[in-house]
């Protein structure tokens, strides 16, 4: 039993979406119970539907008279959310429907997540799909499976079914921004050949460690120009050790593959009398 009036929130074409989403259970790699109550609302509108080999629901809308030579639109957004409830909150994810409340004009639920991510983004392009007042040309609604838990609907999204020349994603976080572009991820793993020499019994071990970054997320901060603490020590390593002839012992930097690294640390194996002038070259960097 859903507490909210839901025909008393505006625009009433989008919150009575989003009060359907609420009943229907839709854990990332469960979507297919909302799925296919999308697809059957779609076809009683005489829309078409398409889901591709990876689960993704596409739904088309023609553009209206006149505007069919005009550049598609799409819109996207996911049919998962994430599923996550108190501590001490009875709840199934795969069957409970979410129970919103109203709270100082805010929709939330109070004990687990709303699933307005991205149920939202999905409700406002429904609200397009069933509008006849709107002027546009061809729409499809991309909404895509797994987003919370893998991406592997976006990352596997069959090719070839989108003709729109505009996607727009409708699954951001900040209120009035459009967003332009996205940061993508990608992991490189490089190896390089490596000769390990036994230390020679006059050298002195020294640990070299740069501390005190501020870090940040790798795809939201990286334009900020923040110091990585890898390619700091890196680069002085490289300058140093080639000047001094020291040896490289260790060398760990950053902790998260989505983290500018804040901290890194090398040992490096130099002779004694070289530790003035090391200690020179760390105060100027
Ligand atoms: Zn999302």
């Known amino acids: 039993m859903i507490q909210v009036d839901f025909s008393k ?26 799925r296919q109550h999308l697809k059957d609302w779609a ?17 088309r809308k023609a553009a209206t008279a006149s505007k069919e030579q005009v550049a598609g ?16 909150t009875q ?32 409700a406002l392009a429904l609200a397009v799909l069933e509008s006849d007042d709107i002027v546009h040309g061809p729409i499809e609604v991309l909404l895509t499976i797994d987003e919370e838990a893998g991406m592997s609907g976006a990352r596997l999204l069959e090719s070839g079914v989108l003709t729109g ?7 951001t976080e900040e209120w009035g ?40 997320h790798s795809g939201v901060d990286i334009h900020l120009d923040r110091g990585n603490a890898n390619v700091i020590l890196a680069n002085f390593l490289n ?11 260790e060398f760990v930097g950053g902790t998260a593959r989505n983290a500018i690294p804040r901290e ?14 090391l200690e020179n070259a760390v105060a100027v960097i």
């Open 9 to 34: 929130l505006s625009p009433q074409v989008v919150w009575r979406h989003f009060e359907t989403l609420c009943t229907i259970p839709r854990p990332s790699k469960h979507e297919q119970q909302l």
């Open 43 to 59: 076809e009683q509108r005489n829309l078409e539907t398409y889901v591709d080999e990876i689960g993704n629901l596409i739904i």
């Open 73 to 88: 639109v799409i819109l996207q957004g996911h049919l998962d959310m994430v599923t996550q409830a108190n501590r001490g």
């Open 91 to 122: 709840h199934d994810f795969f069957k409970d429907p979410i129970q919103p409340v109203l709270k100082d004009g805010w929709l939330i639920a109070e004990n687990t997540t709303l699933g307005a991510d991205n149920g939202i983004g999905v």
């Open 165 to 171: 020349q505009w996607l727009f994603n409708i699954d």
């Open 177 to 216: 921004e459009l967003y332009l572009g996205c940061a993508g991820s990608i992991d490189i793993e490089v190896q390089q050949p490596t000769q390990y020499q036994t230390a020679p019994s006059d050298l002195i071990y020294v640990d070299l460690l740069v501390s005190g970054l501020k870090g940040g």
């Open 239 to 249: 300058d140093y050790l080639s000047q001094s002839n020291g040896r490289l012992v």
């Open 264 to 277: 890194a640390v090398a040992t490096i194996a130099i002779k004694a009398e070289q530790l003035p002038e």
